[in-house]
């Protein structure tokens, strides 16, 4: 059974830092790429970023809101996926979930989609 | 970066209901588009990618469809368990985005 159980989230003052951590089983962690989702409370859904694979040289992909002040980061020996954030701000106060990212291909294109979430887990910036 | 618009932000419906979503993309994403059920208090669930591919597991009353900028997410007769706010969201380029959200509510 696939599991993602995520963790370190909590409260944080404006400016501060804080590191993520999500714990995988059940699959090949290594194989797959895994993102970072996040979601205010209330709100809707905003992807945050992506590393890939070994075979693709653990190449990462950000979103804008939070590029330059956050790195994910992977530790395939340890099964774990990681989410350091800098300098956060009151607006990145949201549920954090690790997601597994599934390939699939039409055409000689390859896409991908989330299929397995974790449960979150909230990271509150407030003074 | 593209702009995923969902419509109608929510809907009343009873059980037994057909229910449609409609989901449109700010340019086209050929069928780069996925579907999430999100119930309160839980993790997204993944019910349909590509489209129109239904996950493993997921009830075929579920079904998606469209191309390039425009998509639906039907659901053919609802369920009570298929109450909950669901989600499109585009995998054609970087930043990965999602629509605002349609809450299927009685």
């Known amino acids: 059974e696939v599991q993602l159980v995520e963790s370190g989230g909590g409260l944080v003052q404006p400016g501060g830092s804080l590191r993520l951590s999500c714990a995988a089983s059940g699959f090949t962690f290594s194989d797959h790429y895994m993102d970072w989702v996040r979601q205010a409370p209330g709100k809707g859904l905003e992807w945050v970023g992506r590393t890939r694979n070994k075979v693709k040289s653990y190449t990462t992909e950000y979103a804008a809101s939070v590029k330059g002040r956050s790195t994910i980061s992977r530790d395939d020996s340890k099964n774990s996926l990681y989410l350091q954030m800098n300098s956060l701000k009151t607006e990145d106060t949201a549920v954090y979930y690790c997601v597994r990212v599934l390939l699939y291909c039409s055409g000689g294109n390859c896409h991908s989609t989330f299929d397995y979430w974790g449960q979150g887990t909230l990271v509150t910036v407030s003074s | 970066d593209i702009q995923m618009t969902q419509s109608p932000s929510s809907v009343s419906a009873s059980v037994g209901d057909r229910v449609t979503i409609t989901c449109r993309a700010s340019?086209?994403?050929?069928?780069?588009l996925a579907w999430y059920q999100q119930k309160p208090g839980k993790a997204p669930k993944l019910l349909i990618y590509g489209a129109s591919s239904l996950q493993s597991g997921v009830p075929s009353r579920f079904s998606g469809s469209g191309s390039g900028t425009d998509f639906t997410l039907t659901i053919s007769s609802l369920q009570p368990e298929d109450f909950a706010t669901y989600y499109c969201?585009?995998?054609?380029?970087?930043?990965?985005?999602f629509g605002g959200g349609t809450k299927v509510e009685i």
């Open positions: 340019q086209g994403i050929s069928s780069w």
């Open positions: 969201q585009q995998s054609d380029s970087f930043p990965l985005t």
